[in-house]
Structure formats: C-alpha cells, structure tokens
C-alpha cells in the first residue's frame, strides 16, 4: 500500500501540471500593445526628429525629440478616439532622446485603440509644419 505522502505529492503534482497547461494553452487577457517611433520625413539618413508612443501598459507614454541643432523645433500629435497629446521640443541637443519632463506625457488611452502620430519640423512656435511624418501605434 502506498504511503499518504506519496498520493499527496502525486496529487500535488498532477495539479500543477494541469494548471501549467492551462496557463499555456489560455488566451492572453488583453491585446499588448506597441511600441512605435515615427521620424520626420526631412530625407537622407539624418533625421531631425521623432515621435516615441509607448502603448500597451497601465498609462501610455508619449515622447517627442528634436535630435538635430537646426534651429528647428520638433512637434508632435498624438490622437486617438476620445483623446489626444501633443508635445514639441526644441533643444535640439543631441541624437538622442532626454529625460526632460516637459518632452514626456503619460495618459491613459483605452486598450486596442488605435493612435494616429504625427510628427514634423517647425520654425518656431506656430511657424508652418514641414517634413511631417504619420504612423499608427496600438494601445
């Protein structure tokens, strides 16, 4: 006659194995979301600028850098069913995104939607959008 220790750990066992396998096999609660970088279209290798939209998570992140020292600044839009974001930055310090607060947004957008970004140069605050650039991200 088998012990109760060892029925017990059978049992443990054949538990856990049909709850791997559930967990395995079951449908994700929710779609992920994307992670999309749209750059100013202003030709060549060398872009001026871009959009980051981080979707997917509790809040979504939003982005903008002016990455070149043209005397340029960087706009972008962000716009969804319900809601929208738009940022622009003018450092233009250095080819890579910063840390500052005022270049970053965090907003909560409705899963699966989808966000339309735009993004292009300007010659100052209100001056005329040029080299813009369009993508689509996922919530």
């Known amino acids: ?5 060892t029925i017990r750990g059978t049992h443990v066992a054949t538990t856990l194995a049909a709850a791997a396998a559930f967990v395995l ?3 994700p609660a929710q779609a992920a979301g994307s992670t999309t970088v749209v750059y100013t ?3 060549g290798s060398t872009r001026a600028g871009k959009a980051i939209f981080w979707g997917g998570y509790d809040q979504e992140a939003f982005q903008v850098c002016d990455t070149e020292s043209d005397g340029m600044r960087v706009w972008a839009h962000w716009s969804w069913n319900g809601g929208s974001v ?4 003018a450092d233009g310090s250095s080819a890579f995104c910063d840390d500052n607060p005022a270049h970053v947004a965090r907003k909560q957008v409705p899963e ?11 010659d100052g605050a209100t001056g005329p959008k040029k080299d813009c650039g369009f993508n689509y991200g996922k919530a």
């Open 1 to 5: 006659m088998r012990s109760l220790r």
């Open 25 to 27: 096999t079951a449908a």
């Open 41 to 43: 279209d202003d030709g």
């Open 86 to 89: 738009t940022l622009s930055d």
């Open 112 to 122: 699966g939607a989808t966000v339309e970004i735009t993004v292009c140069r300007r």
